[in-house]
């Protein structure tokens, strides 16, 4: 049974494991992508705020040079608050 779509309060992406481990993140525009390259262009940013749901490295591979640099479009990142 597939988990329910889930959206990252950091990165404000959607992670849907039911489209399938190559679209499952969900970006705001643009293709469907990867945990790893959610991380790589996100989620390592982020991760000293706490609360990603991308942060356990059991479900992400190491990321190549191509899921840094691509087709996917730039996140916002939240304003930092304090
Ligand atoms: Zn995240």
Redesign the pocket.
């Known amino acids: 049974m597939a988990e329910a779509p889930r959206t990252?309060?950091?990165?404000?992406?959607t992670i849907d494991p039911s489209m399938g481990p190559l679209q499952e993140v969900r970006f705001s525009n643009g293709p469907g992508g990867t945990r790893i390259k959610?991380?790589a262009r996100?989620?390592q940013f982020?991760?000293d705020r706490g609360?990603?749901?991308?942060?356990d490295a059991a479900q992400r591979q190491t990321p190549s040079a191509t899921d840094f640099y691509g087709d996917a479009p730039a996140i916002s990142f939240p304003p930092t608050q304090g």
């Not at 609360?51 to 942060?55: E, L, T």
């Open positions: 990252c309060p950091l990165c404000r992406v959610l991380w996100v989620c982020v991760q609360g990603c749901i991308n942060a």
